[in-house]
């Protein structure tokens, strides 16, 4: 099985940085994307950023697009998530995620029902 444990949350001003990790154990080629998503209390799990294990291509939601940078280091499979300029809408519990889908070379998949393991999550909290 694949088991994905997160960390590098926590608090920050606006305008802050964090660098959110997220340990891949268990990890086989059945893994073909990852991703990070986020979910605020009442509303739906989003997807963030993600990317295709060979780096090839990856995801932004317009909302983070130019203030974050997700990563994957292949040689210890850590999935990473830069965020830069954190914005009090980016408060929410974010989870690591792996799936098996391939959309192909242009569509890296990031919607909640386009992966297969999760993480626990970590919170982040961006104050104004």
């Known amino acids: 099985q694949v088991q994905l444990v997160e960390s590098g949350g926590g608090s920050v001003q606006a305008g802050g940085s964090l660098r959110l990790s997220c340990a891949a154990t268990g990890y086989t080629d059945s893994v073909i994307s990852m991703g990070w998503f986020r979910q605020a209390p009442g509303k739906e799990r989003e997807g963030v950023a993600a990317?295709?294990?060979?780096?090839?291509?990856?995801y932004y939601v317009d909302s983070v697009k130019g203030r974050f940078i997700v990563s994957q280091d292949s040689a210890d499979n850590t999935l990473y998530l830069q965020m830069n300029s954190l914005k009090p809408e980016d408060t929410g519990m974010y989870y690591c995620a792996a799936g098996r889908i391939y959309g192909g070379r242009w569509y890296v998949p990031h919607r909640v029902h386009e992966y297969h393991y999760w993480g626990q999550g970590t919170q982040v909290t961006v104050s104004s």
């Open positions: 990317i295709y294990t060979g780096g090839s291509s990856t």
